[in-house]
């Protein structure tokens, strides 16, 4: 006979109270470790030293620790949402377009592209994620503001896209508009690859706080339904795959680094940010702007390591 250890695992209430300061305590040390990304010269203005971790969890109210009201930009943890909202909303088949394979390479990489004739190793790389922008320009009439209104129905509370950092990666973003063009001239990208690309900086751009992001992705948690509304976002099918993909996708060429230390499907964003999912527990978002080579926030790693080490909530 089975026992249910899943169920009787994990800290609720106040117990999540204490492990939240517990964690902010443990990472406090790597503070001064790695640097602001300053690519994209809006982001590089922001104050390094902020931190956060927000969770919700599914059976308790929400924790938080640090800064977690604080608005930053949200960068490739977007790419969650368009892939919920690509299966959602496209009737088509996503992965003709792209595959389902960790890349082994940083997020803004060209060379696999090259050689793999214009087909995105995955959704959570850059490439992939312009090409689900522009899959939802087929598929939607305004696919920026469908997104937007997904977030916020999802946080429950309205978030906008930052302007500012929107403008700065239009006029930054040599990277992607070459990831745009090889996948146009491979014939991966059907639309205009500017028009494209003005969705996919605009993701980018939302600016959201820990505590919303945290609260966001419940559906990811809890078979693909919002915990707080019970509105069904995904089916439990499609909440899983999503799930999957982030472990193996969601942070690049660290996935494995990731998968070994947090254990949970986990993606980050350049803003720093890095949300982290225990299916049928809780969703997490860690936030410090420093980040490692790969593109991934040193403290917010840290965090979410912290995070799991001190509940013992894991997928494995
Ligand atoms: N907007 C960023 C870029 O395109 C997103 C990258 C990221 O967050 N890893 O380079």
């Not at 598929?139 to 929107?166: F, R």
């Not at 999503?242 to 660290?254: E, H, I, K, R, S």
Request: hydrophobic share 45%; aromatic share 6%.
């Amino acid at each position: 006979m089975g026992t249910n250890v899943t169920a009787s695992r994990g800290p609720t209430g106040a117990d999540l109270d204490v492990v939240v300061e517990q964690v902010a305590q443990d990472v406090a040390g790597l503070a001064d470790q790695g640097a602001v990304a300053t690519y994209i010269p809006a982001l590089a203005r922001v104050d390094p030293a902020h931190f956060a971790l927000a969770v919700a969890p599914l059976d308790g109210p929400p924790a938080a620790v640090g800064d977690a009201d604080t608005t930053f930009s949200i960068q490739s943890i977007s790419k969650v949402f368009t892939l919920t909202l690509a299966m959602q909303r496209f009737a088509g088949d996503i992965w003709e377009r792209m595959g389902r394979e960790p890349s082994g390479d940083p997020f803004n990489s060209l060379v696999q592209l090259e050689y793999e004739n214009g087909k995105p190793r995955n959704p959570f790389i850059n490439a992939g994620a312009i090409v689900l922008a522009d899959i939802l320009r087929t598929c939607l009439d305004d696919p920026l503001s469908e997104l937007v209104q997904l977030v916020s129905e999802l946080c429950g509370e309205p978030v906008t896209v930052d302007g500012e950092v929107a403008l700065s990666e239009a006029e930054t973003g040599f990277r992607n508009r070459s990831l745009a063009n090889l996948m146009t001239g491979f014939g991966n990208i059907h639309g205009d690859p500017q028009a494209v690309l003005d969705i996919y900086f605009a993701q980018c751009s939302i600016a959201m706080t820990p505590a919303q992001l945290a609260r966001s992705l419940g559906y990811l948690a809890n078979d693909g339904v919002d915990p707080r509304s019970g509105a069904r976002v995904l089916s439990a099918e499609k909440a899983r795959r999503v799930n999957a993909l982030m472990l193996t996708c969601g942070t690049y060429d660290a996935a494995g680094e990731f998968a070994f230390r947090v254990g949970i499907p986990c993606k980050s964003g350049v803003g720093g940010g890095v949300v982290g999912i225990v299916p049928h527990h809780l969703s997490a978002c860690a936030w410090s702007p420093r980040l490692d080579q790969t593109g991934n926030s040193v403290q917010g790693r840290a965090a979410l390591e912290a995070l799991i080490d001190r509940t013992g909530l894991s997928v494995f």
